[in-house]
């Protein structure tokens, strides 16, 4: 648009984002419906650069949305779920976005994946470049089960997405080693927060999780049985 010497006359505009609540657009409310299967279509024709080319794979691919220790809401035991999820049967690939990721790398890697696994968070967003069929697994940490409904579990079933969650208990929470397992910030977190968004700050940026291992593996057989079926889907 620097680059424009013309002018351009429109009988109206809007500017900014039409949003009827946190990721929600009702098409009853827009003069031209739309959805946001419409909004993944517009990604897909932007980022894909040959959407007709998923290559084949003999292991369902799983990508496993990371986050650092600065951001909080961290993976613990990291390697631990890496190795459940292979010994399951998928076939993991770490994703680790940042702010000069590649989107059109990341549509790649993600568009061409039967699953994906991550905490509660914005990279969770990424979701959007996912399949119809394929799974969604949102880990909901302690205190997070309203953002977590509203921001995915809600517009992932729009989509058409296989969603499953994992809620995070006490004792695998690293809020236990610091409040104890019994504390108010555990066992009640409306009652702590009392509405003050400020508190949601213990829950968000000073929790980590570190996954049971017994209960993780019953819960990645579950994903990968949803995952095989995709994949053979589409095979």
Same mark, same amino acid.
């Given at each position: 648009?620097d680059n424009?010497n013309?002018?351009?006359?429109?009988?109206?505009?809007?500017?900014?984002?039409?949003?009827?609540?946190p990721?929600?657009?009702n $098409?009853?409310?827009?003069?031209?419906?739309?959805t946001?299967?419409?909004?993944?279509?517009?990604?897909?024709?932007?980022?894909s650069?040959d959407p007709d080319?998923? $290559?084949?794979?003999q292991?369902?691919r799983?990508?496993?949305?990371?986050?650092?220790?600065?951001?909080?809401?961290m993976?613990?035991?990291?390697e631990?779920v890496?190795?459940?999820?292979?010994e399951?049967g998928?076939?993991?690939t770490?994703f680790? $976005?940042a702010r000069?990721?590649s989107l059109?790398?990341?549509f790649k890697?993600i568009?061409?994946s039967?699953?994906?696994?991550?905490?509660?968070?914005?990279a969770l967003?990424?979701?959007?470049?996912?399949?119809?069929?394929s799974?969604?697994?949102?880990?909901v940490p302690i205190g997070?089960?309203w953002l977590?409904?509203?921001?995915?579990?809600?517009?992932?079933?729009v989509?058409g997405l296989e969603y499953?969650?994992y809620k995070?208990?006490?004792e695998?929470?690293s809020?236990?080693e610091?409040?104890?397992?019994?504390?108010?910030?555990?066992t009640n $977190?409306?009652?702590?927060?009392r509405?003050?968004?400020?508190?949601?700050?213990?829950?968000l940026k000073?929790?980590?999780?570190?996954f049971?291992?017994?209960?993780?593996?019953?819960?990645?057989k579950?994903a990968?049985?949803k995952?095989k079926i995709?994949?053979?889907?589409?095979?």
């Open positions: 648009m424009e013309l002018t351009h006359c429109f009988p109206s505009v809007i500017v900014g984002l039409i949003s009827h609540g990721m929600i657009i $098409p009853k409310l827009l003069p031209h419906p739309k946001l299967l419409d909004f993944q279509a517009i990604l897909q024709n932007a980022y650069q080319e998923i $290559p084949s794979s292991r369902p799983l990508v496993l949305v990371n986050r650092n220790a600065k951001v909080g809401r993976i613990m035991n990291l631990e890496i190795k459940t999820a292979n399951v998928f076939d993991v770490i680790e $976005p000069n990721t059109v790398e990341s890697l568009h061409a039967h699953a994906m696994l991550g905490v509660h968070g914005a967003t990424n979701f959007l470049f996912l399949r119809p069929g799974v969604l697994m949102q880990v997070t089960q977590s409904d509203t921001y995915f579990r809600n517009p992932a079933r989509l499953l969650e995070i208990k006490a695998e929470s809020l236990a610091r409040y104890g397992a019994n504390d108010t910030v555990l $977190p409306k009652a702590f927060t509405g003050n968004w400020k508190h949601m700050h213990v829950y000073t929790q980590n999780v570190k049971d291992k017994v209960k993780l593996k019953r819960y990645l579950n990968y049985r995952a995709f994949m053979d889907k589409e095979s």
